[in-house]
């Protein structure tokens, strides 16, 4: 009888202990995230913090500027029968001082986003230097660029923003190697498993794990993108920003930022939201296309999925694109 007693004192005790918990946590519990599963976070939308805000004093006229960018090469629809792929960007458009490349005291400034198909882009600084996209498989491709300012805001005026489709024909890539760029950027995981192979040889074992070491760096360990084709008479989302590891200011807040083309969200008079997931917690929405700062980010690995959907919530899908979802790192 007492034991009984006893065991009812510690389910009344585990039962107030469970109901004290924040229901946000309750998504966070699952196995597969048991290990990495950051604290419990309550994100809130705040203003453009401060260091942006004297960063855009600055830059005088350039955040009124509206950079056209032309995608040289590849050109749209072609079949190149290599597996390195030369990409060529022109800016041009109404620039009021934009210009890119990297100060190199404080290693930002402004620069282009580059994304293979829907993997997370690569920065491209100095488009007067080379820019190689290599190890690229055989089939289709597309690749999306846009004008971005030194904090990867991106520009959101028409030109702005180019996409080409082109299709890799006889490459010869290793499909257990990711695609890279030319300084050795990783622009996409393998397509295969990595390796475990016994018999690779010391210098690939190195590429390996350089490989590795640099998507743990840009976010970039997430399945190969499943993308498929696009259709261009249908809406177009291109997730840009968070990406990789953020930590001191750049932790909170973190800007959410992306690209649309093909459709118009509801602030903006359209019919589309964004809806935006963070670790599986309950779905927030986008209904103006502008940054979203988020404050109240917690140490750890985060999911962000950004989704297009419809008047009735459903997602627009687009070849797969119109849902993605990333890992980003904040470091304490
Ligand atoms: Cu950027």
């Not at 005291?105 to 488009?127: K, R």
């Not at 299709?167 to 996409?188: H, L």
């Not at 743990?216 to 920003?241: N, V």
């Not at 809806?275 to 750890?300: A, C, M, S, V």
Request: with cysteine; net charge negative; glycine share 8%.
């Amino acid at each position: 009888m007492r034991n009984v007693f006893l065991l009812t004192i510690l389910f009344v005790m585990m039962f107030a202990v469970a109901c004290g918990e924040p229901a946000s946590n309750t998504s966070n519990t699952n196995a597969s995230n048991a290990n990495t599963a950051p604290a419990p976070m309550t994100l809130t939308e705040t203003e453009t913090p401060q260091r942006i805000r004297d960063m855009m004093a600055q830059r005088g006229e350039q955040d009124q500027a509206e950079p056209e960018l032309e995608i040289v090469a590849p050109a749209e629809g072609s079949v190149v029968e290599s597996s390195t792929v030369r990409v060529v960007l022109e800016l041009d458009g109404e620039l009021k001082g934009y210009q890119t490349g990297m100060d190199h005291n404080t290693g930002m400034g402004n620069h282009i986003h580059v994304i293979l198909d829907n993997q997370p882009y690569e920065a491209y600084y100095n488009l007067s230097r080379e820019f190689e996209l290599r190890n690229v498989q055989d089939g289709e491709h597309t690749l999306r660029v846009f004008a971005s300012r030194p904090w990867h805001e991106s520009y959101k005026n028409e030109g702005s923003f180019q996409m080409v489709r082109f299709t890799v024909k006889g490459g010869g890539a290793d499909p257990s190697q990711p695609t890279t760029t030319n300084s050795g950027q990783q622009m996409s995981t393998a397509n295969a498993a990595p390796t475990t192979n016994a018999n690779a040889s010391p210098a690939n074992a190195n590429t390996t794990a350089n490989a590795n070491a640099a998507g743990t760096a840009e976010g970039k360990d997430m399945p190969p993108s499943q993308a498929g084709t696009i259709d261009d008479k249908l809406p177009l989302l291109t997730y840009s920003r968070p990406k990789g590891e953020y930590k001191g200011d750049e932790a909170d807040p973190i800007m959410i930022d992306f690209w649309l083309i093909g459709g118009e969200l509801v602030g903006d008079g359209g019919q589309y939201r964004v809806r935006y997931t963070i670790n599986n917690d309950e779905p927030k929405f986008i209904e103006r296309w502008q940054p979203l700062w988020l404050q109240g980010w917690t140490p750890g690995k985060h999911t962000v999925r950004l989704e297009l959907v419809d008047k009735d919530g459903n997602v627009v899908d687009n070849g797969g694109y119109n849902s993605t979802t990333r890992e980003i790192t904040v470091l304490n």
